[in-house]
């Protein structure tokens, strides 16, 4: 399907007339195709849905509508733009072969780093506080949006089937990085018993830095966005992906190996925001488990995406054919960073 050929089925399912100058590529997701759409007063996002990643995309829309829902016992102290409802009721649009939705834009400041420990303390606050809201809610009635999302035993398997099956030669720098991650086994048995000891929550987990929009001045939180991923999953997912993408003194997709570190101070912020938040609700043992959640996150992230260069780049968006080593290779570099602080 050509780019906007979608449009005249895609304005029939929400009473718009929108025009194809209306519409614009928009953002840094690695995953869907994201535009944005700018209608008289009214300013939207529209994604493409890629179904190559959610292979169950009417999972993504029954949580979706679920929260939708029981908006009302959220309390939300941020926008929290969930899809909007098409002319049939759902909150996402099959046109031929594709499926997209349509979200409300929030208008503010998408940060790739984060500069102060200050918009740290922010930014773990507001998915800490995210997390509590779904306190009100069953999270048995959420569904696992991808089987086994963040669980660090399967994502070790498929990288040691993607090790097995690679066209690649396993040698080089290659070699380092897969001798690397496989030597973090240890990380998937610590795993496994984090997981006997802990509830399950309802979170976000995709919890990177530009998932967030801040206010111009960035003294707030306007929204929490890409809210695919919300099901149900542990505390430390989501803590471990703000130390990952926050606590970092490069952005994943830097290549100045040298300086990627962790930032301690963005660190302490993030996890006194899960603490001052959580307060009275999450378990000691969650909080105990946070500081692993950071190690964990990282060391997933860094097997997915080798898993995915061994595969030949098949899930994630790239813009050089070495992007997902070199993403992997920065993960692995503030996994070292991180281990060294020994917490
Ligand atoms: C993807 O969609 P985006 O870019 O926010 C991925 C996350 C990874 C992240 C790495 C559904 O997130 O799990 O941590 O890339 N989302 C999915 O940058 O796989
Ligand atoms: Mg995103």
Same mark, same amino acid.
């Given at each position: 399907?050509?780019?906007?050929?979608?449009?005249?089925?895609?304005?029939?399912?929400?009473?718009?007339?929108?025009?194809?100058?209306?519409?614009?590529?928009?953002? @840094?997701?690695?995953?869907?195709?994201?535009?944005?759409?700018?209608?008289?007063?009214?300013?939207?996002?529209?994604?493409?849905?890629?179904?190559?990643?959610?292979?169950?995309?009417? #999972? /993504?829309?029954?949580?979706?509508?679920?929260? /939708?829902?029981?908006?009302?016992?959220?309390?939300?102290? *941020?926008?929290?733009?969930?899809? #909007?409802?098409?002319?049939?009721?759902?909150?996402?649009?099959?046109?031929?072969?594709?499926?997209?939705? #349509?979200?409300?834009?929030?208008?503010?400041?998408?940060?790739?780093?984060?500069?102060?420990? @200050?918009?740290?303390?922010?930014?773990?606050?507001?998915?800490? $506080?995210?997390?509590?809201?779904?306190?009100?809610?069953?999270?048995?009635? *959420?569904?696992?949006?991808?089987?086994? *999302?963040?669980?660090?035993?399967?994502?070790?398997?498929?990288?040691?089937?993607?090790?097995?099956?690679?066209?690649?030669?396993? $040698?080089?720098?290659?070699?380092?990085?897969?001798?690397? =991650?496989?030597?973090?086994?240890?990380? %998937?048995?610590?795993?496994?018993?984090?997981?006997?000891?802990?509830?399950?929550?309802?979170?976000?987990?995709?919890?990177? /830095?530009?998932?967030?929009?801040?206010?111009?001045?960035?003294?707030?939180?306007?929204?929490?966005?890409?809210?695919?991923?919300?099901?149900?999953?542990?505390?430390?997912?989501?803590?471990?992906?703000?130390?990952?993408? %926050?606590?970092?003194?490069?952005?994943?997709?830097?290549?100045?190996?040298?300086? #990627?570190?962790?930032?301690?101070?963005?660190?302490?912020?993030?996890?006194?925001?899960?603490?001052?938040?959580?307060?009275?609700?999450?378990?000691?043992?969650?909080?105990?488990?946070?500081? =692993?959640?950071?190690?964990?996150?990282?060391?997933?992230?860094?097997?997915?995406?080798?898993?995915?260069?061994?595969?030949?780049?098949?899930?994630?968006?790239?813009?050089?054919? $070495?992007?997902?080593?070199?993403?992997?290779?920065?993960?692995?570099?503030?996994?070292?960073?991180?281990?060294?602080? $020994?917490?």
């Amino acid at each position: 399907m050509n780019t906007f050929s979608f449009l005249p089925e895609l304005n029939r399912l929400y009473d718009f007339n929108w025009r194809h100058d209306q519409i614009i590529p928009f953002g @840094s997701g690695h995953i869907h195709h994201t535009y944005k759409v700018i209608d008289g007063q009214d300013t939207y996002i529209l994604q493409r849905f890629n179904k190559d990643v959610f292979k169950n995309p009417e #999972i /993504i829309s029954h949580n979706h509508e679920l929260l /939708i829902k029981y908006m009302d016992y959220l309390n939300l102290p *941020f926008r929290f733009p969930l899809p #909007i409802v098409n002319v049939l009721g759902f909150t996402l649009s099959a046109v031929r072969e594709d499926f997209f939705r #349509i979200s409300p834009f929030v208008a503010g400041v998408c940060l790739e780093e984060i500069s102060e420990p @200050s918009q740290a303390y922010l930014a773990a606050k507001a998915f800490a $506080e995210l997390i509590l809201a779904g306190n009100n809610l069953n999270v048995q009635e *959420f569904k696992e949006v991808i089987p086994g *999302f963040l669980d660090l035993e399967l994502r070790f398997n498929q990288l040691l089937e993607a090790i097995d099956q690679t066209k690649i030669p396993i $040698e080089g720098e290659v070699k380092t990085l897969v001798d690397f =991650f496989l030597s973090r086994e240890y990380l %998937v048995g610590e795993y496994k018993t984090w997981k006997g000891k802990l509830p399950i929550r309802l979170t976000h987990n995709d919890t990177k /830095i530009n998932n967030l929009i801040f206010s111009e001045d960035l003294k707030s939180v306007k929204a929490v966005i890409d809210l695919d991923t919300i099901m149900p999953g542990y505390v430390f997912n989501d803590f471990g992906d703000l130390v990952r993408t %926050v606590a970092c003194t490069q952005g994943e997709n830097s290549t100045d190996w040298s300086e #990627i570190n962790v930032d301690k101070s963005k660190y302490d912020s993030l996890h006194q925001a899960f603490i001052d938040v959580g307060q009275g609700i999450f378990t000691q043992e969650e909080l105990n488990s946070l500081h =692993f959640g950071g190690k964990m996150m990282t060391c997933i992230t860094g097997f997915r995406f080798l898993s995915d260069y061994l595969n030949g780049n098949i899930y994630y968006q790239i813009k050089y054919g $070495e992007q997902n080593l070199h993403r992997a290779k920065n993960q692995m570099m503030l996994l070292k960073s991180l281990e060294k602080l $020994e917490l």
